[in-house]
């Protein structure tokens, strides 16, 4: 039985340090599948301090026992003016410490996200996956997501 009391809350920039190592870890997850990534080099794919910071952002982490062990992140984004709806919203930075995974937190995270779209009238939520990730797929079809588009790639000097 989990007896691990999961405490989520907003990040405050005393996080950012643990939440730059959680980005690492994750593009570290998905160099493999992405053969675009740089890999020479460390990348960085979100500006977290500035996240935190944004009134169109709230970046979201997990707790158990004070320990950081899990993040994500909801934030507002404005669409093309041909859809329907003005703004939609975007989830991202969905990363759980590997010994804490199975115990349900990135769907905390994920509905602590919703109630914070609610509030700021978003109705749409969207998030991207790499197609090889099934674990992932699974976690945010659990979460209320439907695959929607598939974007693909052809590299030029592949065709040759």
């Not at 978003?122 to 945010?140: D, G, M, Q, S």
């Given at each position: 039985m989990n007896t691990h009391k999961i405490n989520i809350r907003s990040a405050r920039?005393?996080?950012?340090?643990?939440?730059?190592?959680?980005?690492?870890?994750?593009?570290?997850?998905?160099?493999?599948?992405?053969?675009?990534?740089?890999?020479?080099?460390?990348?960085?794919?979100?500006?977290?301090e500035s996240y935190i910071n944004s009134e169109h952002t709230e970046v979201i982490i997990a707790e158990i026992n004070n320990e950081i062990i899990g993040s994500g992140f909801g934030q507002i984004r404005d669409r093309k003016e041909y859809f329907i709806q003005k703004q939609l919203g975007y989830i991202g930075f969905l990363y759980v410490k590997e010994e804490f995974r199975g115990m349900g937190i990135n769907q905390k995270i994920i509905k602590t996200l919703y109630g914070w779209f609610?509030?700021?009238?978003?109705?749409?939520?969207?998030?991207?996956?790499?197609?090889?990730?099934?674990?992932?797929?699974?976690?945010?079809?659990k979460a209320g997501f439907n695959k929607h588009l598939i974007e693909m790639r052809a590299n030029l000097t592949d065709l040759d």
């Open positions: 920039l005393d996080d950012l340090s643990i939440l730059l190592d959680f980005e690492q870890k994750i593009i570290e997850t998905e160099r493999p599948m992405d053969v675009t990534l740089k890999t020479e080099e460390k990348i960085s794919y979100y500006n977290l609610k509030t700021k009238n978003i109705e749409e939520i969207r998030l991207t996956v790499y197609n090889k990730n099934p674990r992932a797929i699974r976690a945010y079809e």
